[in-house]
């Protein structure tokens, strides 16, 4: 969430229309491999689309308030998988999930319990690419307890981890849950370490784990430090993403930064692959991952229309047009 | 008495159709589980089964031979090999406890993911206690989501058969609001009613004061309870500038006994002609609706 940093009046103003930097990333494709669309508007889905936004990775989270039993949570995984992935399709943009218990929550035992119980129906379903995002919050026993035995389930399951690193005590918590995942036996390959900063990045990629970066206004990353990341510590197994949700977060977050990276002279392959390739080639390690299905997913939109412009069936959203103060 | 056709031929003839479309992996996984679920009878075996089967299938379309096809109680049109054997799967229930079988079934719905539930509507023609699963698919009409509307309106026999006529009506309706190709829904003619023609030409008026246009297929379940007050629409129709809305109204014509519609079509002899030779038809209009781009 935003708002411990300083607001200025330009901060409250309206921003101007300047879409210029979509120019800079014309024909590129993003995968944005963290983004809970969840709490997101249709007018982010579209915008996504048009930005080149090919793919995403919703990991399961906690919603803004505490969950008071094991039936909303089921309601919830069960969305991530259904309405959730059909409703990114009518967009183009093919959807992907991460089934876990977060970290705020773990410190309900009770319910994490019954929560438990239910993860294994789950964690085997189509477009499951992995167990997330799990790890520390407050760095609690309990919040331990259900990180260990979620990362056993995904051991046991063959499917990559997603972590979330807490925003207290940070650097702390980050090396405490390498150190477990390690003495769990996971593989680091198989662990993306998310919302890394220049504090924590170097141990990560050191230690042979995924560093996933933020880009988020005012309490993660902004994308002018993560341009001089990819400067100093080169690509490899580093990878973007918005984790847009309910606070103030931008869904083109990974396309923007793309755009800056470009502009301040990364090269448009390496360019590829913090915004693309790499969170492909990590969560891939699920075997969930088919990149025709892209192409697919916006196939089927357009063979989805019927009967001319006016009629659309089932797949396609049509485009109202914002500017106009008639609404028809 | 559980099922209402014979599950073992069905069963035999969809191994048969799965076996043609899988890796030799897939095949092992498949015999893996099958004797894994027949020895333990284990509920946790039955569902992972069910929901891993893409990881391991995979989802290339399959296809039946036209004989297959024929002997079967589900159209395979666009199946692919895991929802293939999704529906399956499912006829390896024991059907012993009812009870039991339908919560088992139950639970499949309440944890499923989008292409399982296309997997467990479109397979409601195959299950046991056909007249357990009316309240599941009135449930699954008031879903938002496209293709598993689809599994239960297109080529799927079920709800004509065991839908009571509110939940009917609402398939219907929500099949034009949705707009899906209405004329593969099964059983359209044999299930049309006064009430669904009243609903559906209010539902034209609507559109009409909206300046949207009408599915051309709505008068179809008007055309055999047209009455006085309809009539004025097919008038209006039978003068409409598309061509494929005049075809509506002569069908629509064709197929009322009212008096005043019987006459309006002999205005137009050509059409008649061509209807009582078949070669106007519904399916006629509905390709040339699904052609008009």
């Known amino acids: 969430m935003c708002c411990s940093a300083q607001l200025t009046e330009k901060d409250l103003a309206p921003e101007a229309m300047n879409p210029a930097y979509l120019d800079a990333i014309k024909g590129m494709r993003f995968f944005d491999p963290h983004i809970h669309m969840t709490s997101r508007t249709t007018d982010d889905y579209q915008a996504m689309a048009d930005a080149g936004v090919a793919a995403i990775i919703e990991p399961a989270f906690w919603l803004g308030q505490p969950r008071t039993g094991v039936d909303t949570f089921r309601d919830y995984y069960s969305s991530l998988v259904g309405w959730e992935r059909f409703r990114s399709s009518q967009f183009g943009i093919k959807h992907y999930c991460t089934i876990g218990l977060n970290s705020k929550e773990a410190n309900n035992e009770k319910l994490s319990e019954q929560v438990m119980e239910i993860l294994p129906l789950f964690i085997y379903k189509e477009g499951v690419v992995g167990i997330g995002e799990i790890g520390f919050d407050d760095q609690t026993a309990l919040e331990e307890k259900y990180y260990r035995a979620q990362l056993q389930l995904a051991k046991d399951a063959g499917l990559p981890v997603q972590i979330h690193t807490p925003h207290r005590d940070k650097k702390q918590g980050t090396q405490r849950s390498m150190d477990i995942a390690v003495e769990m036996g996971l593989d680091p390959y198989m662990v993306i370490v998310d919302h890394n900063n220049e504090e924590t990045v170097k141990e990560v990629l050191d230690r042979g784990f995924w560093a996933a970066f933020t880009i988020y206004p005012f309490t993660k990353m902004g994308n002018e430090r993560m341009v001089e990341i990819v400067k100093q510590y080169g690509t490899e197994r580093i990878m973007v993403n918005s984790a847009a949700d309910w606070g103030i977060s931008d869904p083109l977050a990974v396309p923007k930064t793309a755009a800056l990276m470009l502009e301040r002279g990364i090269s448009r392959a390496d360019v590829e692959l913090v915004t693309y390739r790499n969170a492909i080639t990590a969560f891939a390690q699920s075997g969930q991952i088919n990149e025709a299905d892209f192409e697919r997913v916006q196939e089927i939109d357009q063979s989805l229309k019927y009967n001319g412009s006016t009629i659309l069936r089932g797949g396609q959203q049509p485009r109202p047009n914002k500017q106009s103060t008639i609404i028809r | ?293």
């Open chain 2, 1 to 293: 008495m559980g099922y209402v056709y014979d599950e073992q031929t069905t069963a035999a003839l969809l191994r048969q159709i799965i076996s043609r479309h899988t890796t030799e992996r897939g095949a092992q996984w498949l015999e893996d589980r099958l004797t894994e679920w027949q020895q333990q009878q284990a509920l946790s075996v039955f569902n992972m089964a069910f929901a891993a089967a893409p990881r391991f299938l995979g989802r290339e379309p399959v296809a039946a031979t036209l004989a297959e096809q024929a002997a079967l109680p589900v159209h395979l049109e666009g199946y692919t090999a895991d929802r293939l054997f999704r529906i399956w799967w499912l006829l390896q229930l024991p059907v012993n406890d009812k009870k039991k079988y339908i919560e088992i079934i139950e639970n499949l719905f309440h944890a499923a993911e989008m292409n399982e539930l296309v997997a467990l509507y479109g397979a409601l023609p195959l299950l046991a206690f056909p007249e357990a699963w009316r309240l599941r698919t009135a449930e699954g009409i008031r879903s938002n989501i496209g293709n598993v509307l689809e599994a239960i309106m297109l080529h799927n026999p079920y709800p004509a058969s065991n839908l009571d006529q509110p939940a009917w009506n609402q398939l219907v309706l929500k099949a034009f609001f949705t707009e899906k190709p209405v004329h593969l829904i099964v059983g359209l003619d044999r299930r049309a009613n006064p009430e669904l023609a009243r609903i559906l030409l209010d539902y034209s008026h609507e559109r009409r004061a909206a300046s949207r246009p009408v599915h051309p297929m709505l008068w179809r379940l008007v055309g055999p309870f047209l009455e006085e007050t309809g009539f004025e629409d097919i008038e209006r129709l039978w003068l409409s500038e598309y061509n494929v809305e005049r075809e509506a109204a002569a069908l629509a014509c064709h197929a009322s006994g009212y008096g005043p519609a019987r006459e309006l079509l002999e205005k137009r002899p050509e059409l008649k002609a061509e209807i009582e030779a078949g070669q106007l038809t519904w399916e006629t209009v509905a390709h040339r609706v699904n052609m008009a781009n």
